[in-house]
């Protein structure tokens, strides 16, 4: 592990010039970094070597002194996991500059295909007689197996997902259901769910520095490559996160934006998709240096150039004014069709409600069409309309609408605003609502919060209860008369007689398209 020799020699220079030194020992035993730090600590540097395999460690293991008698430092265990060290061992200096004991620690892997470090016993230096070769050979071994068992299968993207609430609440809990299933749509692996209480947000680290390390030494530990905040980071928050940690951070709008444009098909959609991500983009452009990075400078330009990140900032600028005109381009055309509907009377029904409650289905199975319908938040993103005929011969335009989400990102409601526009001249709104989710109500009141922000309170609409086939037919039929709505089964027709009576009842008696 150390030679006797060496140790003295490093406690004893530690000593005589009053720094922490530290040695990153090859396998072969060359020394291939010396570091000289503080009296308080070291700093390591990132080895050029990189794993090959998630079970192999680095390669490398780290011995460096202490000059108070400490024990292994969280600074030692969290550049263990981080680098993953073979080893780290810290070796006391007495004050005569001789090597006292020395503190240990590895890595080894848990019951949860987990790798978490383990602290040996404290032995003087001359008595550790660790046969290093085969004790590492061996743990590789152990790492590569436990993590093959509990990785078989998983996506590229494994993510430790967190959320820093007031209290541990019941709508705490449901957001946190809901963000879970958002990074499972997304494709994402969730190796882990880190809750912390707090009274409010850290303003510079959201969950305070100290945990965002404690949770970055996780995500090492089982192997994540990102961690997601179940909150808007601002650019400083993302700025002062990364500097901590060496994984991906990603914010809930970042991961409502990914599954968006995952799910947008039309030209439609993919413009509104793209437009919320530079909106959301812009001010988070940042360059590493820009008085390094200075481009088309020099003879010939007659002017000091564009720094990158300035190029990137007018690019970005150009192309939101680009996708602007192609956006209102849409607009206009909606609103021309929108009027021709209005000079035809044909009234408009707007399915509307939470995701993933089954509006694209009752659609489907209303007009007989067959739109993508799937059983994950947000499968379809791009609005559809379909033609519908009663039995009384009234005509209606039956529109589908992207799923409501709680505290929806502002930069996706702006470019979504022409899609919503249409539940602006809606004669009739359908709420669509799980009957069989227990946390029903909680939807309920998200719906009630956004239609209010976009001043649509007061339009008509008509609780559609679905999904009743999911739960007993009484408690189906109690919730809908208790909220004076209807229970169907989307995926039945049969169900949907006395859905489409009140619908029809409703144009019949209503005075004319609004």
Excluded at 66 to 93: I, P, Q, W
Excluded at 259 to 267: G, H, N, W
Aim: hydrophobic share 40%.
């Amino acid at each position: 592990m150390v030679s006797q020799d060496l140790s003295v020699e490093i406690s004893r220079l530690s000593r005589q010039i009053g720094i922490q030194i530290g040695l990153l020992i090859s396998r072969k035993g060359t020394v291939e970094y010396v570091i000289a730090g503080t009296a308080g600590g070291i700093s390591i540097p990132e080895p050029h070597r990189r794993r090959t395999h998630p079970g192999r460690l680095a390669g490398l293991r780290l011995i460096h002194t202490h000059l108070s008698g400490e024990e292994l430092s969280s600074e030692d265990l969290t550049d263990l996991a981080k680098l993953r060290l073979d080893m780290v061992y810290a070796l006391e200096v007495r004050e005569n500059g001789d090597p006292g004991l020395a503190y240990g620690a590895c890595l080894v892997p848990a019951d949860d295909g987990a790798v978490v470090w383990q602290t040996l016993d404290p032995v003087p230096t001359h008595r550790i007689d660790i046969p290093f070769e085969t004790f590492i050979a061996d743990l590789e071994d152990r790492i590569t197996r436990t993590q093959a068992a509990f990785s078989a299968g998983a996506n590229e993207d494994r993510a430790i997902l967190v959320a820093v609430v007031p209290s541990l609440s019941e709508d705490a809990r449901i957001a946190l259901l809901e963000f879970q299933s958002l990074a499972k749509s997304a494709g994402i692996t969730v190796m882990d769910t880190v809750v912390q209480r707090r009274p409010k947000p850290d303003p510079r680290y959201v969950a305070g520095k100290g945990k965002v390390v404690d949770i970055y030494t996780r995500a090492l530990a089982l192997d994540a490559n990102l961690i997601i905040f179940d909150h808007e980071l601002s650019p400083s928050q993302a700025r002062s996160i990364a500097d901590l940690v060496n994984v991906r951070v990603l914010d809930r709008t970042q991961l409502i934006l990914d599954i968006f444009a995952r799910r947008a098909k039309t030209r439609e959609g993919k413009i509104q998709v793209e437009l919320a991500q530079l909106r959301y983009n812009m001010p988070r452009l940042v360059g590493k240096n820009p008085s390094l990075s200075r481009l088309a400078g020099g003879i010939g330009t007659r002017g000091p150039g564009e720094s990158k990140l300035e190029i990137d900032r007018r690019r970005a600028k150009d192309r939101m004014t680009r996708l602007e005109k192609d956006a209102a381009a849409i607009s206009k055309k909606r609103r021309l069709t929108r009027q021709r509907r209005g000079r035809g009377n044909v009234p408009v029904i707007s399915i509307i409600g939470y995701t993933n409650t089954g509006k694209s289905t009752l659609l489907n199975t209303l007009t007989k069409s067959s739109v993508l319908t799937a059983d994950m938040p947000f499968a379809t993103l791009d609005p559809s309309s379909k033609r519908l005929r009663f039995p009384r011969e009234v005509e209606a335009v039956v529109t589908d609408t992207v799923g409501f989400i709680r505290d929806l990102p502002a930069d996706l409601r702006v470019a979504f605003m022409a899609t919503l526009e249409e539940l602006e001249d809606a004669n009739l709104l359908l709420e669509v609502i799980d009957v069989a989710d227990p946390d029903m109500e909680y939807r309920m009141k998200a719906v009630d919060e956004i239609l209010k922000g976009l001043a649509l309170e007061s339009k008509p609409r008509l609780k559609v209860f679905n999904k009743a086939d999911r739960c007993p037919r009484d408690f189906a039929q109690d919730v809908a008369r208790r909220y004076g709505g209807v229970a169907v089964s989307a995926l039945d027709r049969s169900t949907l007689a006395p859905l489409i009576e009140r619908m029809e009842s409703f144009l019949l008696s209503a005075p004319g398209p609004s």
